[in-house]
């Protein structure tokens, strides 16, 4: 069975702050997606990263896929409260994606 | 909005009963798939159609079963409902399949099982 952990759990920041959230699974996957939810509402695709080592920037966010293809990393750079949400990760095999339990991330004002 | 629609938004029913989850894709997906999501477990995923056929399935109980009818709707048929079936059920769609492919989720449907 393939496991993907997402840390921290929880995090709480102050609006400007700097925050990275991992995405680590002992199983290698074909490609790494991010997905944001919101409250009451399904989760959204952030990127899409396949090739080991790639890094994507998404205005404010940086997503990087480990050279092995087990892991992956969010980094976002000052932070605001629209940041709020939980990010997933899910690693992409075969036709299914596994998701992590994710990060539920406050971006207080 | 992703395009992928949902029915009902929210359901309450009792424990033995059985309930019927719709989900139409956005225009054009061929592929159509059901997760469930709880507290505990996160988003599990359920099962796959594409084009109608089953692809893949995933931690899909035996009371539970789905289908994908030729005008690509799906329905999750969830039967002998118990207090730990109670959690979120969305549904996802895709142009084709695959692993890199963009799933787009609907905005779920709420079951609460008492």
């Known amino acids: 069975t393939q496991l993907l952990e997402q840390s921290p759990q929880f995090l709480s920041i102050q609006e400007g702050e700097n925050l990275t959230v991992y995405c680590n699974s002992s199983?290698?996957?074909?490609?790494l997606q991010w997905y944001r939810q919101e409250p009451g509402e399904g989760p959204v695709l952030l990127v899409t990263?396949?090739?080991?080592?790639e890094v994507k920037k998404l205005k404010r966010l940086t997503f990087q896929f480990g050279d092995a293809r087990k892991d992956s990393s969010l980094h976002i750079t000052a932070a605001q409260p629209g940041d709020t949400g939980l990010y997933l990760c899910?690693?992409?095999?075969?036709?299914?994606?596994?998701f992590g339990k994710g990060t539920l991330l406050t971006v207080n004002p | 909005d992703s395009g992928v629609t949902q029915t009902p938004k929210h359901l309450i029913t009792a424990t033995g009963q059985r309930v019927t989850l719709r989900c139409s894709p956005r225009?054009?997906?061929?592929?159509v798939y059901w997760y469930q999501q709880s507290l505990d477990q996160g988003l599990q995923f359920l099962i796959q159609y594409y084009n109608g056929e089953e692809r893949a399935k995933g931690n899909i109980l035996e009371r539970f079963s789905a289908q994908q009818f030729p005008d690509l709707h799906s329905e999750l048929n969830l039967s002998s409902l118990e207090l730990g079936d109670s959690a979120l059920y969305f549904c996802?769609?895709?142009?084709?399949?695959?692993?890199?492919?963009?799933?787009?989720f609907g905005p779920g449907t709420r079951l609460t099982v008492l």
């Open positions: 899910a690693g992409g095999s075969n036709y299914k994606l596994t």
């Open positions: 199983s290698v996957f074909s490609s």
């Open positions: 225009s054009g997906d061929l592929s």
């Open positions: 990263v396949v090739t080991g080592g």
């Open positions: 996802a769609s895709s142009v084709v399949t695959g692993a890199t492919d963009t799933q787009y």
